[in-house]
């Protein structure tokens, strides 16, 4: 069992900047791939960022690359998204995830099945 806890969301203005941190429960955090996915109102949730069990690859929505940026720290069985140059569309509501992705396809990380354990979530607000 796996419990998530994500912090760091907030008000901000286009341009600016936020980073997200999510804190895993439980001491099997470093053999779980993370990712983030977000959720604006009367929307469907999308994948944001995804990180393998090691940090040795990440994966990245076409629409967040070259802004957002995941890490993780597996001796704080912590995971976090950098978040720069926002814009209003980045708005919503922003949830980690932990799952076992087997095999190499990028696109497995993307997908919200290949997920078991969720947090709340943290609402990022981006006016403009």
């Known amino acids: 069992q796996v419990q998530l806890v994500e912090s760091g969301g907030g008000l901000v203005q286009a341009g600016g900047s936020l980073r997200l941190s999510c804190a895993a429960s439980?001491?099997?955090?470093?053999?779980?791939?993370m990712a983030w996915f977000r959720q604006a109102p009367g929307k469907e949730r999308e994948f944001v960022a995804a990180?393998?069990?090691?940090?040795?690859?990440?994966y990245y929505a076409d629409s967040v690359k070259g802004r957002l940026t995941i890490s993780r720290d597996n001796s704080e069985n912590t995971v976090f998204l950098q978040m720069n140059s926002l814009k209003p569309e980045d708005t919503a509501v922003y949830s980690c995830?932990?799952?076992?992705?087997?095999?190499?396809?990028?696109?497995?990380?993307?997908?919200?099945?290949?997920?078991?354990?969720w947090g709340q979530g943290t609402q990022v607000t981006v006016s403009s």
């Open positions: 439980g001491r099997t955090f470093s053999t779980y791939a």
């Open positions: 990180i393998t069990w090691n940090g040795g690859s990440t």
């Open positions: 995830a932990a799952g076992v992705v087997g095999g190499t396809s990028p696109y497995r990380f993307t997908l919200k099945t290949s997920y078991v354990y």
